[in-house]
T-cell receptor
Framework: RKEVEQDPGPFNVPEGATVAFNCTYS??????FFWYRQDCRKEPKLLMS???SGNEDGRFTAQLNRASQYISLLIRDSKLSDSATYLC?????????FGTGTSLTVIP | DAGVTQSPTHLIKTRGQQVTLRCSPK?????VSWYQQALGQGPQFIFQ???????QRGNFPDRFSGHQFPNYSSELNVNALLLGDSALYLC??????????FGPGTRLTVT
């Protein structure tokens, strides 16, 4: 079983839409969780750290369900600049596990 | 304050050769991790260095080795290059094992 599983998409949504990405992780010992975004041929950039059961940062909300080993990211009022690949990253000990990411394209 | 820097930006090598990639962490960061990202895949963890020691290693062969210097900068060495080693190599730095910040990467092409 893969450490991290994400729906690869692509998700094509109109500007202003709300979109949600889901992620499951296999290692129950994972201690911290992150969402990164990655633009084409660029490095991943930290979007959010996920604390406790979840947190919110502007238009972005992350939720964590440890019992189900499930993390989600909700983006409200999508902007064209949100187009990117979103990577779910659980951290177990000193090792970060990256999924293949979910591709989002926001359409004008 | 400079972020994570990596050199070189691009590199072309021939099968069987050896390569060294370099990384300088963000100021104040003491851990450096290296990742390999093939096209269409997420980054795959190679190893992490802390206090000049390899602290954790992913599922990569011994051809991949590294080093961390007293100033926290790091090198990734790959011996006996294979075509399949062609990828974007990313360095990430952080404090202990919390949030990691990535450098722009080195794109390695093996021909």
């Amino acid at each position: 079983r893969k450490e991290v599983e994400q729906d690869p998409g692509p998700f094509n949504v109109p500007e202003g839409a709300t979109v949600a990405f889901n992620c499951t992780y296999s290692n129950s010992a994972s201690q911290s969780f992150f969402w990164y975004r990655q633009d084409c041929r660029k490095e991943p950039k930290l979007l959010m750290s996920v604390y406790s059961s979840g947190n919110e940062d502007g238009r972005f909300t992350a939720q964590l369900n440890r019992a189900s080993q499930y993390i989600s990211l909700l983006i409200r009022d999508s902007k064209l600049s949100d187009s990117a690949t979103y990577l779910c990253v659980p951290n177990t000990g000193n090792q970060f596990y990256f999924g293949t990411g979910t591709s989002l394209t926001v359409i004008p | 304050d400079a972020g994570v820097t990596q050199s070189p930006t691009h590199l072309i090598k021939t099968r069987g050769q050896q390569v060294t990639l370099r990384c300088s962490p963000k100021s104040g960061h003491d851990t450096v991790s290296w990742y390999q990202q093939a096209l269409g895949q997420g980054p795959q963890f190679i190893f992490q260095y802390y206090e000049e020691e390899e602290r954790q290693r992913g599922n990569f062969p011994d051809r991949f080795s590294g080093h961390q210097f007293p100033n926290y900068s790091s090198e990734l060495n790959v011996n006996a290059l294979l075509l399949g080693d062609s990828a974007l190599y990313l360095c990430a730095s952080g404090r202990s094992s919390y949030e990691q910040y990535f450098g722009p990467g080195t794109r390695l092409t093996v021909t």
